[in-house]
T-cell receptor, first 110, second 118 residues
Framework: QKEVEQNSGPLSVPEGAIASLNCTYSDRVSQSFFWYRQYSGKSPELIMSIYSNGDKEDGRFTAQLNKASQYVSLLIRDSQPSDSATYLCASSDSNYQLIWGAGTKLIIKP | EPEVTQTPSHQVTQMGQEVILRCVPISNHLYFYWYRQILGQKVEFLVSFYNNEISEKSEIFDDQFSVERPDGSNFTLKIRSTKLEDSAMYFC????????????????FGSGTQLSVL
């Protein structure tokens, strides 16, 4: 059974601090990994994708991938109250179907 | 910016009734998807559609469900005889393609249809 695991949270981070979100996946052949942000009652919105080991930075967001450990993370620098949302991790399997985690609820406290 | 549009935003129906959820994917996208999310739970894959046929479907997508692309723009999900447990947010999504070459498998989601079965 292919799984993507995330801590459901909530993860509470003070405004301006770094928020660190983590995700593990079970399918070793997964090649593509995604972080989606979902505000309550809204649809998921893609914020980062990563395909290679290492770090990928986009503005305040950094995605990190470690295929040996089957681990993906998302760092949000200078956290803002508007970053408060549920963050969904997803991996793409050999059939290019997304396997979704249950999401981590992030709360940024002013 | 191009977007996936879904109608209606809310649908209330009686158990046993048929519903059709509508989606207009992004115009140059080739792959279309339906997902659902029960309140507070994971996003669940229902079905993917490419080249006018279903390419993958999950266990959830049983004989009560069907999809159609009746014309060049619409993509519909039909639930033939709704059950209470079909109550969920249904998301349509589309992507340019598959595979990690250039990330063309990135999904763009519509804003969803909240289906309530009474």
């Amino acid at each position: 059974q292919k799984e993507v695991e995330q801590n459901s949270g909530p993860l509470s981070v003070p405004e301006g601090a770094i928020a660190s979100l983590n995700c593990t996946y079970s399918d070793r052949v997964s090649q593509s990994f995604f972080w989606y942000r979902q505000y309550s009652g809204k649809s998921p919105e893609l914020i980062m994708s990563i395909y290679s080991n290492g770090d990928k930075e986009d503005g305040r967001f950094t995605a990190q991938l470690n295929k040996a450990s089957q681990y993906v993370s998302l760092l949000i620098r200078d956290s803002q109250p508007s970053d408060s949302a549920t963050y969904l991790c997803a991996s793409s399997d050999s059939n290019y179907q997304l396997i979704w985690g249950a999401g981590t609820k992030l709360i940024i406290k002013p | 910016e191009p977007e996936v549009t879904q109608t209606p935003s809310h649908q209330v129906t009686q158990m046993g009734q048929e519903v059709i959820l509508r989606c207009v994917p992004i115009s140059n996208h080739l792959y279309f998807y339906w997902y659902r999310q029960i309140l507070g739970q994971k996003v669940e894959f229902l079905v993917s559609f490419y080249n006018n046929e279903i390419s993958e479907k999950s266990e959830i997508f049983d004989d009560q469900f069907s999809v159609e692309r009746p014309d060049g723009s619409n993509f519909t999900l039909k639930i033939r005889s709704t059950k209470l447990e079909d109550s969920a947010m249904y998301f349509c999504a589309s992507s340019e393609g598959l595979g990690s070459s250039g990330g063309n498998e990135k999904l763009f989601f519509g804003s969803g249809t909240q289906l309530s079965v009474l």
